[in-house]
Every structure is written in C-alpha cells, then in structure tokens.
C-alpha cells in the first residue's frame, strides 16, 4: 500500500481530512462520482464509506489485493472497484442476515465490475480467512463489515493479521458499536505498529456522513507480530460481557417485542 498517495488522495477528497471533527461531519466527498453507486445499489454505506474504500484500493501495490467481508448487496465493492479495474478484489458474506441479498449480489457484480475482478465466496469469514483464496498476494486494503457481536469484531480484525502486506489498512464499519471499537482496541494492543489513524462516529446509525462509525488503521510488520497468539488476554471477559451478557439480553428483549407484535396481529 502506497500510505502517502492514499493520504494524498483523501485529502483531495475531503480537504477537512487532518481535522477529524470536520471530518467525522463531512456529507460527502470533492469528487462526487460514485454517488449514483447508491442510487442504484441499496447499501449500508454512504458516499464518504465508497470514495474512502476507492481511494485504497487505487492506492494499492502490485502484489496486493482488496479483501471485504460483508458485502450485502454490494455497494461497498462497487465503491471500491469503480475505476479501479486492474484491482484484484476478494470477498465473502455467508448471508446470514437480511433475506435476498445473494442474488442481488450477483446482479450487482456481473453490471457493475470488470469481468473476473472480484473473486466472491459464498462462505463464513472465518473460513474465509483462513482459507485465503488471495495467497500469494497479501492484503493491502481490508474492509471489515460483517457480524458486529464483540467475537465476530475481534475475529474479523485478528484472523485477517497475518494475511496484511507491510503497510496495509484496515478499514472496519460500525465502530459506533462500543462492541467493535473495544474488539479492535484489543487487537490493536498486540501488535506494536497498528495503529488508529481515523476514528469517526455518527450521532446514529444511518448517518449520511459515516453510517454507523468507521475507524481506519494503519498495520506496519514488526519482527513478532507471526508470534502473537489470537485470542490475547482480555479476550474472554470481553466476550462475556458484550455478547453473552448484552448482546443476549438485547435479542430476548427483541424476541419479547415480536412475540408481543405477533400476539396483537393474530388476536386484535
Ligand atoms: C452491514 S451488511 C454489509 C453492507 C455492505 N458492505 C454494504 O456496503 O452495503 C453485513 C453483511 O455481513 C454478512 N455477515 C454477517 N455475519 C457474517 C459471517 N459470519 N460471515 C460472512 N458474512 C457475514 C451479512 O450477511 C451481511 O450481508
């Protein structure tokens, strides 16, 4: 990953990028090409998410490829592939949730991507990720947006470590979720040279700035890092609390809601 031409080419995108305040309220990018992408394609993305996945991925070295993990529909990987047509781009999504999205996800790829650009797996991440179809090349741009439980986070950052080129970035959504942004601070605490370089949240999900949160970092080797045992300490605790705990607690009260929908529309 060219680091500086990545740099260079945000700030030509959002001339507020060194402020992330300014940033964070950003409602879109100088160039406003891929706007349409959205129009056409039904998202959880916005215009800033696209150009900032594109400007990544036209930053690439050779050797290196584009890795997404939650495509849905798509729109993310047009966003990063538009004019960037010699990009190898790799991707999954198990379509675990939201019904519909597979053929949808065909649709989109065989209109709006150069043939053979994006090589898809229909499969769970974790699978994916250790069967990395991209080998020998190395990862120089990463998109996590899969499952957002604290393990599937924490995962999704951990697994793809040792696949990152020297250099790499790693883009992961929804960090408004304090689930996601406790997850990638653990990863983060492992390993030397990985560090935070955006951090912007939305007052909600949804937001026409940035979605539901993103935060970008920055992955440089160190001599150690093949070393590290995932899951590191602190791992299990977390898990307990945000997804056993919270997360539980968050589907029963969902289930009791539509338990009781379910009872006002049978008996009204
Ligand atoms: C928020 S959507 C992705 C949105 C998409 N990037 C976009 O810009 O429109 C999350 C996706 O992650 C997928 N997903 C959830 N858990 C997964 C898992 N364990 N493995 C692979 N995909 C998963 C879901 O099926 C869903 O399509």
């Given at each position: 990953m060219n680091f500086d031409a990545f740099i260079a080419r945000c700030r030509a995108q959002?001339?507020?990028?060194?402020?992330?305040?300014?940033?964070?309220?950003?409602?879109?990018?100088?160039?406003?090409?891929?706007?349409?992408?959205?129009?056409?394609?039904?998202?959880?993305?916005?215009?800033?998410?696209?150009?900032l996945l594109n400007c990544a991925v036209a930053a690439l070295d050779p050797?290196e490829?584009y890795?997404?993990?939650?495509?849905?529909?798509?729109?993310?990987?047009?966003?990063a592939?538009?004019?960037n047509?010699?990009a190898?781009?790799?991707?999954?999504?198990?379509?675990?949730?939201?019904?519909?999205?597979?053929?949808?996800?065909?649709?989109?790829?065989?209109?709006?991507?150069?043939?053979?650009?994006?090589?898809?797996?229909?499969?769970?991440?974790?699978?994916?990720?250790?069967?990395?179809?991209?080998?020998?090349?190395?990862?120089g741009a990463?998109?996590?947006?899969?499952?957002?439980?604290?393990?599937?986070?924490?995962?999704?950052?951990?697994?793809?470590?040792?696949?990152?080129a020297?250099g790499a970035v790693?883009i992961?959504?929804?960090?408004?979720?304090?689930?996601?942004?406790?997850?990638?601070?653990?990863?983060?605490?492992?390993?030397?040279?990985?560090?935070?370089?955006?951090?912007?949240?939305?007052?909600?999900?949804?937001?026409?700035?940035?979605?539901?949160?993103?935060?970008?970092?920055r992955?440089?080797?160190?001599?150690?890092?093949?070393?590290?045992?995932?899951?590191?300490?602190?791992?299990?605790?977390?898990?307990?609390?945000?997804?056993?705990?919270?997360?539980?607690?968050?589907?029963?009260?969902?289930?009791?809601?539509?338990?009781?929908?379910?009872?006002?529309?049978?008996?009204?």
């Amino acid at each position: 990953m060219n680091f500086d031409a990545f740099i260079a080419r945000c700030r030509a995108q959002w001339p507020e990028f060194a402020d992330s305040r300014r940033l964070a309220r950003s409602t879109h990018p100088t160039d406003r090409s891929l706007a349409h992408i959205l129009a056409e394609i039904p998202g959880m993305a916005t215009e800033n998410k696209l150009r900032l996945l594109n400007c990544a991925v036209a930053a690439l070295d050779p050797g290196e490829v584009y890795v997404e993990v939650g495509c849905y529909k798509g729109a993310s990987i047009v966003g990063a592939a538009t004019s960037n047509p010699s990009a190898r781009i790799f991707a999954c999504d198990n379509f675990s949730q939201f019904d519909g999205a597979a053929d949808a996800l065909r649709r989109t790829l065989d209109a709006h991507t150069a043939p053979g650009q994006v090589i898809f797996h229909d499969m769970d991440f974790r699978d994916f990720l250790a069967a990395a179809p991209w080998t020998p090349a190395r990862i120089g741009a990463y998109f996590y947006d899969g499952g957002h439980s604290f393990a599937d986070q924490y995962d999704g950052l951990a697994l793809a470590i040792p696949h990152l080129a020297d250099g790499a970035v790693v883009i992961i959504d929804d960090t408004n979720k304090r689930a996601a942004r406790s997850a990638n601070r653990l990863v983060a605490r492992a390993l030397p040279d990985f560090k935070l370089i955006l951090n912007l949240r939305t007052p909600r999900n949804h937001s026409p700035t940035w979605w539901n949160g993103i935060q970008l970092y920055r992955y440089q080797r160190s001599p150690n890092d093949a070393a590290i045992k995932f899951p590191t300490p602190g791992f299990a605790i977390r898990k307990l609390i945000y997804d056993d705990i919270f997360l539980e607690m968050k589907h029963r009260r969902r289930a009791r809601r539509q338990t009781k929908k379910d009872r006002r529309s049978t008996n009204p």
